[in-house]
């Protein structure tokens, strides 16, 4: 019995490792309290302060000059809309194609790609912009002198942003999927490209939906690039070859200015911002509903 219960007796050994652990746990638990109450902070400040500013005017009323009172983000919010448009048509498809070839070959090359681009995801977005202006902007400004900052070179400034997000996430979520479905589907006598087509992205598509929220949510509040490319504009436009208006350039316009009246609609503009990302989540959320990853 003695003997017994001193094999249960705790150590020295024993209780610093029970204390390593209880450490351990409550840093990560401050840590994680640390960023919901910072994530909060932002929210709430936003909240408090730009709901007064939203209006219906906000919605259908454009900028105006100035030091006058009024206007509205009815050319941002359209803006914005297009250009994360034009950037998910050039991001997606690049992103969820390359992340399935890194993961289906394991080649040098696709082992090299693999590197780049996860040197392409830590690069500034204001890079990013640079180089948009360099292979589009400029380029344009030579053949059409006038029309060289653009929607069309903003979205593509936004793509390239999110093809390396895109590309990672959806590499790491394929992953995931059972290796039981892919050798289910070849022993059955599909294709590898039909398993992956029809099977694995099946599988995978709600993380690969949640990777494609993550960049969309990237690139709505980029305000650099777009500096290089979209330009702003103070005229309604919706054309692709014009110069077109965004939230996070009239939030940085608004919010550096010295009138009062153009720092609330910059708090409308980010509050719009935050509604935007939100109604993408929920709308992923219902259109994912039921179709979780076994």
Known sequence: MTETASLFRPT???????????????ISIAAAIIA??????????????GVGSMSLSVFTEGPVPMGQPGGGLRNA???????MSIGSVIGLPIGILGGVY???TNT?????????????????????????????????????????FSAFAGGVALGFLMIPTV??????????VPTTLRDASLALGASRWRTTWSVILPAARGGIVTGVLLALARIAGETAPLLFTAFGNLDFNMRLDRPIDAL????????????????????AGAIILLAIILILSLAARWALRGHTME
């Open 167 to 176: 590309m990672r996430t959806t590499e790491e979520i394929l992953r995931l």
């Open 248 to 267: 996070p350039l009239n939030i940085f316009n608004y919010a550096t200015s010295p009138y009062e009246n153009l720092h609330h609609l910059a708090l």
């Open 36 to 49: 919901c109450v910072a994530l909060l902070s932002v929210l709430v400040y936003i909240v408090i302060n």
């Open 12 to 26: 020295g050994r024993s209780r610093f490792r029970r204390s390593l652990s209880a450490a351990m746990a409550g």
């Open 77 to 83: 919010i359209v803006g914005t809309l297009i250009l």
């Open 108 to 148: 040098r090359f696709s082992r090299i790609l693999r590197f780049f681009t996860d040197v392409l995801n830590s690069i500034p977005s204001i890079v990013m912009g640079l180089f948009a202006y360099l292979i589009v902007v400029l380029p344009v400004a030579q053949i059409s002198p006038g029309h060289a």
């Open 102 to 104: 890194q993961l289906e």
